[in-house]
């Protein structure tokens, strides 16, 4: 990992936290709306994190409107319609020059110093798989190849990360390998990624919250 020079922006695609649009697979155990709940604390973990890493440019790459949930210091633009690999490849196209890096909203674990790892360190590419054979993060030195090295890539798969690093391999970039992380998808999830979340985490505390809840 490069020194914590951060990328020149940094992009967070993400859902409006909407109870029947979001976290879908938590429901059951959760109801929707207890799965909003949870997925706007990963969001908002998520964003409160991002302005903790070093950007010249912070965007939200939004699926809706945004709610009291965002805070100061983002840049809101819409996301295009189409399949997942359109729009993560459009995110790129916000950017003004200079390396890139696009995480979701399903990590809320995440740290600012993970946030730091793209800049000008001789990489081309930065590459953070998911343990669901996703991937968590995505930066670009050059935001401008988002489309030929992001387009046609199977996404939601067991093999969406594998295909994708392997894009970045064949397009000849040298890639910087981050570390596995664990999105939250299902209850079990949810589970672990609430017990590797800083203390203070907004997802941890609306997970044990909606524990008690049920005791």
Known sequence: MSA??????LLVIAKEPVPGRVKTR?????????????AEAALTDTLHTALRAPARRRVLVLDGTPGPWL?????????????????????F???????????????????ADLLSCT????????????????????GLADPSRAG???GGVPMSTDRTGAVQRLRLAEAGLTVCDLPLLRDVDTAADATR?????????????????????VR
Do not use: K, N
Not at 4 to 9: E, K, N, Q, R, S
Not at 96 to 105: C, E, H, I, T, Y
């Open 4 to 9: 914590a020079t951060g990328p020149h922006t």
């Open 26 to 38: 938590l429901t059951p155990p959760y109801t929707p709306q207890e799965a909003a709940v949870l």
């Open 71 to 91: 805070p100061h210091g983002f840049d809101v633009v819409p996301q295009v319609s189409g399949a997942l690999d359109e729009r993560i490849a459009a995110a």
């Open 93 to 111: 196209d916000v950017c003004d020059g200079g390396p890139a890096l696009l995480v979701g909203m399903d990590t809320p674990q995440l740290t």
């Open 119 to 138: 800049g000008p360190d001789g990489h081309d590419a930065w590459f953070g798989p998911a343990a669901d054979g996703g991937f968590w993060a995505l």
């Open 148 to 150: 030929s090295l992001v």
């Open 193 to 213: 990624v609430a017990g590797l979340c800083p203390p203070g985490s907004r997802f941890a505390t609306a997970l044990a919250s909606l524990a008690e809840a």
